[in-house]
């Protein structure tokens, strides 16, 4: 079974700065989607970014870009130029290509502070 | 709005009740699925169905079951209501079965709090 792991329960981060949050998974398949999944307090939950694990070149989506490291298990998202729109709890998850569910981490709340 | 359409938003019952959660996916997407999220808690898969059949099954307790009718809405029945049961219940869909994009898109949920 796939396991994805947050390991930042919360984070905050300064208006129009940086910051990156964590994600590791396990599994021993080679082909598969990872998501990055944002929840604002409206509690929708809205797609961010997607990456295929065949594809070495990290995906991008505006001020959102992750970095996708197979060997290592890992996922993280990087969010530029952070705006207060951008609080919310962040949801890493795993789906593989021939799987029929989407396996997600614990989350991340982030707090954009002005 | 994202295509995918949840009743009700919002549903407040008893202990030992039953109640029904309704689900219409985005047009064309013949997959559901349903998560629960409880508070402050990730989202735990419960189940997915794909063209009217069960193709996989997560952490569903037997007092609930599901159904994906031939229009392709689903319904979620949870009966034998306990307190634990309240929380936020997903509904997402996805164009194809095990194929494509594999990128699902969720409704805005039902919030069921059971007293």
């Known amino acids: 079974a796939q396991t994805v792991t947050q390991s930042q329960p919360e984070m905050s981060v300064q208006e129009a700065e940086t910051v990156t949050l964590s994600c590791t998974y396990d599994?021993?398949?080679?082909?598969?989607?990872l998501f990055w999944y944002k929840q604002p307090p409206s509690r929708q939950m809205i797609l961010v970014i997607r990456?295929?694990?065949?594809?070495?070149q990290n995906a991008t989506e505006n001020r959102f870009s992750v970095n996708f490291q197979k060997a290592a298990k890992s996922f993280s998202l990087k969010i530029s130029d952070s705006q207060l729109g951008d609080t919310a709890m962040y949801f890493c998850?795993?789906?593989?290509?021939?799987?029929?569910?989407?396996?997600f981490g614990g989350g991340t709340r982030l707090m954009v502070k002005p | 709005d994202s295509g995918v359409t949840q009743t009700p938003k919002h549903l407040i019952t008893a202990t030992g009740q039953r109640v029904t959660l309704r689900c219409s996916p985005r047009s064309g997407d013949l997959s559901v699925y349903w998560y629960q999220q409880s508070l402050d808690q990730g989202l735990q898969f419960l189940i997915q169905?794909?063209?009217?059949?069960?193709?996989a099954k997560g952490n569903i307790l037997e007092r609930f079951s599901a159904q994906q009718f031939p229009d392709l809405h689903s319904e979620l029945n949870l009966s034998s209501l306990e307190l634990g049961d309240s929380a936020l219940y997903f509904c997402a869909s996805k164009r194809g079965g095990s194929s494509g994009a594999n990128v699902l898109t969720f409704g805005a949920g039902s919030r069921l709090t059971v007293l």
């Open positions: 599994t021993s398949e080679n082909n598969y989607y």
């Open positions: 990456q295929e694990a065949y594809k070495q």
């Open positions: 169905y794909y063209n009217g059949e069960e193709r």
């Open positions: 998850a795993f789906m593989m290509v021939a799987g029929n569910m989407l396996t």
